[in-house]
């Protein structure tokens, strides 16, 4: 299983769910933004388990990657620290965060020159998960009730919302909108394929089998009125350091895993991993032979698959909840076999590299 230190499992993440910070608001929010990626990369530990290795409150940490004000540098080095990242790097980061906010120096009698409009960027998969809070949810609905409803192009296709963490683009036959997280819920409208659609989050719904790729997805992409687009129907994904958000009819985030090897009976040097933990949908696995980095063995919902191992070989199984094609949770456990198939202690780079796989797109 991951390390205390750097693991997130269990009640302790529905305290801790983190609003979604915009990485193009300005300099501030960017670097919370990177801040938090570098949490996801250790394994998306908990900040109460965090808090315990970098001697800082899980509050003081929490906010230190919200994006609302500059962190201390001695926060930022400890948080960087707790999660094996690159202290000396964070420092320089930091101390260019201190220059962007104090901002370029007004020669006397100059006008102020006026703030420039950011061009609009598209938002491309990355790389992962938590539970749900309220929290979120209230501030999900305060950003939706300030968003006025977009209009449609000459195309059909909504205009860009002025709020948006991700976009996305429709494809085929055009993506379905409904008000809820479910295929019971009747489409509300279709939106034409070719459009880039904005969302504001994503939450966890009914599972929905890819158009493309042919997996399960449970993400449901939020638009700006609170209607869902199901994920499998539109190409993109949300910024890997996004967590869920509540939409109705949604469904609860993974909150465990563990896995287990047993001999597959059924043919030579078969090995069955089967998975279990709670709110599990979807389960990916990968697997690290003696020679080689991680190789995906695809993403299911019957939370088990089979292998062949040569006689004397050694190899190391991860299990990993996902949220679909590319989306990891952080939810994880290895287990190395032979040797009684025991727990496979992995650096925290190692977890990242074997969760990507797990839940690769295929």
Not at 249 to 275: C, E, F, W
Request: proline share 9%; with cysteine; charged share 20%.
């Amino acid at each position: 299983m991951i390390p205390s230190e750097c693991r997130s499992e269990g009640r302790d993440a529905v305290a801790r769910q983190e609003n979604p910070v915009d990485p193009l608001a300005g300099p501030l929010q960017s670097f919370a933004y990177d801040l938090r990626k570098v949490r996801i990369e250790a394994g998306n530990p908990t900040y109460r388990s965090l808090a315990k290795a970098a001697g800082y409150s899980p509050t003081t940490l929490s906010e230190a990657a919200a994006g609302l004000r500059k962190p201390s540098l001695d926060v930022v080095e400890a948080y960087v620290g707790a999660c094996s990242g690159d202290v000396e790097a964070w420092r320089r980061r930091w101390e260019q965060l201190d220059r962007d906010l104090a901002g370029p120096e007004a020669e006397p009698g100059a006008e102020p020159e006026p703030p420039v409009v950011p061009a609009r960027r598209h938002w491309w998969p990355l790389a992962l998960g938590g539970s749900l809070a309220l929290v979120v949810a209230a501030a999900a609905i305060v950003l939706t009730l300030g968003d006025p409803p977009p209009s449609a192009d000459a195309s059909g296709c909504p205009a860009m919302p002025s709020h948006r963490t991700f976009t996305a683009v429709t494809y085929g036959e055009g993506a379905p909108v409904r008000a809820a997280a479910t295929l019971t819920d009747p489409v509300l409208s279709t939106v034409p394929s070719g459009c880039t659609l904005g969302f504001t989050g994503f939450c966890v719904g009914q599972r929905v089998r890819d158009v493309t790729g042919g997996t399960p997805d449970v993400r449901w992409f939020v638009l700006p009125d609170g209607k869902v687009v199901p994920s499998a129907l539109v190409h993109g994904n949300p910024p890997a350091a996004l967590t869920p958000v509540a939409c109705a009819k949604g469904r609860p985030v993974p909150d465990g895993i563990a896995l287990v090897l047993t001999a597959d009976n059924a043919k030579s040097g078969g090995l069955k991993a089967t998975a279990s933990g709670g709110n599990l949908e979807i389960v990916g696995f990968a697997v690290r032979r003696s020679t080689g980095g991680w190789r995906a063995l695809g993403l299911t919902e019957k939370f088990s698959t089979s292998i062949t191992v040569a006689p004397g070989e050694q190899v190391v199984v991860a299990a990993a909840a996902c949220f679909g094609g590319d989306g990891p949770t952080g939810l994880i456990d290895a287990r190395r076999f032979p040797g009684a198939a025991q727990s496979a202690t992995l650096s925290t780079s190692e977890y990242a590299a074997a969760s990507k796989a797990a839940c690769a797109y295929p």
